[in-house]
């Protein structure tokens, strides 16, 4: 009786901390140490917060190291997701700028149908939130994709352009810095080369190697405003 009771206690506990993290939707526990101990220093002259997903979360280290840079990509995150962490995760850490890249999870539908419209209504929320507190936001284009591996069939080469689009006309009226990756990166089929993505969405060494310093020169531009 004693070993059938233990039993159902460790399914109930193991079914408890599975649905505890399916429950946290936008992942903010990711982040929760790193940003507690980024919090207790001092800001810091210039921190810069990258907000993203994959694309963000996998930028090579070494492109962080010995500068005031705070990565906080999530693979897979949509943009709802990440509205709904902006505050712990970019806001709380008190940065001088924040690029927001992201999008391309929404196309995909990785949490559910959603328009380009609301799409850019997202980012939108993002760049209001940071410029409410004083923190410069550089609006990232979403990068090409001529089809995506795990969802195919959803014409991203079709629907990013358009998306772009949008962001652009948003930064525009917010007065926002817009950084064109795609212009930079897409094919004739406005998708991604394999040399820059071998999967044709998440950039190589060499692709990277095409936004690092578009990022930098983003950033020093806004930071001399």
Known sequence: MFKYFKIVTLIAFFSFFKNAQAQDWPNLAKYQAQNAKLMAQNSGENRVVFMGNSITEGWPKAFFEGKNYVNRGIS?????????????DVIDLKPKVVLILAGTNDIAQNTGPITLEQIRDNMLSMVELAQANNIIPIVCSVLPAYDYPWRPGLQPNIKIPQLNNLLEQMAKEKEAYYLDYFAAM?????G????LASDEVHPTAKGYAIMEPMAEEAI??????
């Open 76 to 88: 897979g995150q949509t943009t709802p997701q990440m509205v709904l962490r902006f505050r712990q």
């Open 220 to 225: 020093q531009a806004v930071l001399k405003k």
């Open 186 to 190: 897409a094919d004739k089929r406005n």
């Open 192 to 195: 991604l080369p394999k040399e």
